[in-house]
């Protein structure tokens, strides 16, 4: 199976910062990377798939690049209805794996 | 609009067996490209990617469970039932269905708001 290492595990940061997690695949998957957010009792939403291709919608401070091996998910001015928990997933095969998690809140 | 809801058992004992229903609304699983999928997440835990039904019945399982899953279509088109055998407490999650989003990747859009399951006697 294919592991998806997310760092850091947990961040803060002040409104209108920058903010950057990244997730580290353990053999390469091209681009097939997505980026999901998930708040405190309700479902995740996507964000980013493909790596870099933002959902319509989503607001453009989010953000996401890489391919291979290494990607990264930035948030550029951090709100703070951005509290929540981020998660990188795959879909190179099966199983669709998601990274650990980020847990972001407001410093 | 496009939208999925979860309904099963709060309250599984160990050794039963789970059975979740995702009534699906604004599309159909009949054509080869649509899917839907099966996600969990533990309290206090990650997400977990169960497994995934195709328009044209093709499946897929995660390896670490395939012996005790089973994802079907329901009596109808707009429903994807899961069933989990010998239930233990560490099956114990929030449970999600979610459409692929699209014809040709493997994300997940929309999902539905979850069923809690806890497996405890």
């Not at chain 1, 002040?14 to 998957?29: E, F, K, P």
């Not at chain 2, 994802?71 to 233990?88: C, M």
Request: proline content about 6%.
């Amino acid at each position: 199976d294919i592991q998806l290492t997310q760092s850091p595990s947990s961040l803060s940061a002040s409104v209108g910062d920058r903010v950057t997690i990244t997730c580290q695949a353990s053999q390469d998957i091209s681009n097939y990377l997505n980026w999901y957010q998930k708040k405190p009792g309700k479902a995740p939403s996507l964000l980013i798939y493909d790596a870099s291709n933002l959902k319509t919608g989503v607001p453009s401070r989010f953000s996401g690049r890489g391919s291979g091996t290494d990607f990264t998910f930035t948030i550029t001015g951090l709100q703070p209805e951005d509290i929540a928990t981020y998660y990188c997933q795959h879909y190179h095969n099966v199983p669709y794996t998601f990274g650990q998690g980020t847990r972001l809140d407001i410093k | 609009q496009i939208t999925l809801k979860e309904s099963g058992p709060t309250l599984v004992k160990p050794t039963q067996t789970l059975t979740l229903t995702c009534d699906l609304s604004g599309f159909s699983l009949t054509t080869s490209g649509e899917g839907v999928a099966w996600i969990r997440q533990p309290p206090g835990k990650g997400l977990e990617w169960l497994a995934l039904i195709y328009g044209d019945d093709d499946k897929r399982y995660s390896p670490l469970l395939r012996s005790r899953l089973t994802i079907t279509k329901g009596t109808s088109k707009n429903q994807v039932v899961l069933t989990l055998t010998n239930a233990d407490p560490t099956d114990t999650a929030t449970y999600y269905c979610a459409r692929r989003g699209d014809l040709w990747g493997m994300w997940f859009d929309p999902w539905g708001q979850g069923a809690q399951v806890t497996v405890s006697s």
